[in-house]
């Protein structure tokens, strides 16, 4: 079984700063890591993922996020904000080699603020 | 468009009638799934299903029933709703036997259960 823990469930941020939103899992399998983003009333849409390969992952959006194998985190990352970031973003893990079952995160609700 | 689409959008209804929640997808995906989004619980994973007549209990099935006679479609069941019911649900798929881990998500189905 595995579980992820979103360190911060809200998460307000000037427009143009940095911002890292914080994602730990704990897992007794290797698994696969996603960033989803959900913007108000609509469904959830991928933001990035790891499967394998480079520990720096690139999204959509101008977003980044970090596999740490020894601190079993991935953390997101975007170099500068916008208003339109503003939405909740969750984290997920699933096991290696399955779809079946992936797990999220309670979210973080990111404000990005003029 | 590649898409998974859910019918209703909105649904209210009353304890004990039993609905459908319908979910549909066109990209030919062998995993479907559903999850309810719940504040401060992020997204729990009620049944998935990896092929046509295959289907398995995911975290909080209890009250909650699914077929899969056609791949493209995966029904939600609530044979007896009850008030605790009352989420925001969705429908997702993905096709892993193509290396596609990411789950694509519905648009959700917002259900109130008086």
């Known amino acids: 079984a595995q579980s992820v823990t979103q360190l911060d469930s809200q998460v307000p941020v000037f427009e143009e700063a940095p911002v890292e939103l914080r994602c730990n899992y704990s897992?007794?399998?290797?698994?696969?890591l996603f960033w989803y983003v959900q913007y108000p009333n609509q469904g959830l849409q991928l933001l990035l993922k790891?499967?394998?390969?480079?520990?720096l992952v690139k999204g959509i959006n101008g977003f980044e996020a970090e596999f740490n194998k020894s601190q079993t985190s991935f953390h997101l990352r975007k170099p500068s904000v916008h208003i339109s970031d503003t939405a909740e973003y969750f984290c997920?893990?699933?096991?290696?080699?399955?779809?079946?079952?992936?797990?999220f995160g309670s979210g973080t609700q990111l404000t990005v603020l003029p | 468009e590649a898409q998974v689409t859910q019918n209703p959008r909105y649904l209210i209804t009353v304890t004990g009638k039993k609905l459908t929640v319908t979910c549909s997808q066109n990209?030919?995906?062998?995993?479907m799934s559903w999850y309810r989004q719940d504040p401060g619980l992020g997204l729990r994973q009620i049944y998935y299903?990896?092929?046509?007549?295959?289907?398995d209990k995911g975290d909080v099935p209890e009250g909650y029933k699914v077929s899969r006679k056609e791949k493209r479609n995966f029904p939600l069941i609530l044979e007896s709703p009850s008030p605790n019911q009352t989420s925001l649900y969705f429908c997702?798929?993905?096709?892993?036997?193509?290396?596609?881990?990411?789950?694509?998500f519905g648009s959700g189905t917002r259900l109130t259960v008086v």
């Open positions: 997920a893990v699933s096991p290696r080699g399955s779809a079946r079952q992936l797990t």
């Open positions: 990209m030919n995906h062998e995993y």
């Open positions: 299903s990896m092929n046509v007549e295959v289907t």
């Open positions: 997702a798929s993905s096709n892993p036997g193509q290396g596609d881990y990411g789950y694509t």
């Open positions: 790891y499967l394998s390969g480079s520990t």
């Open positions: 897992s007794s399998v290797s698994v696969y």
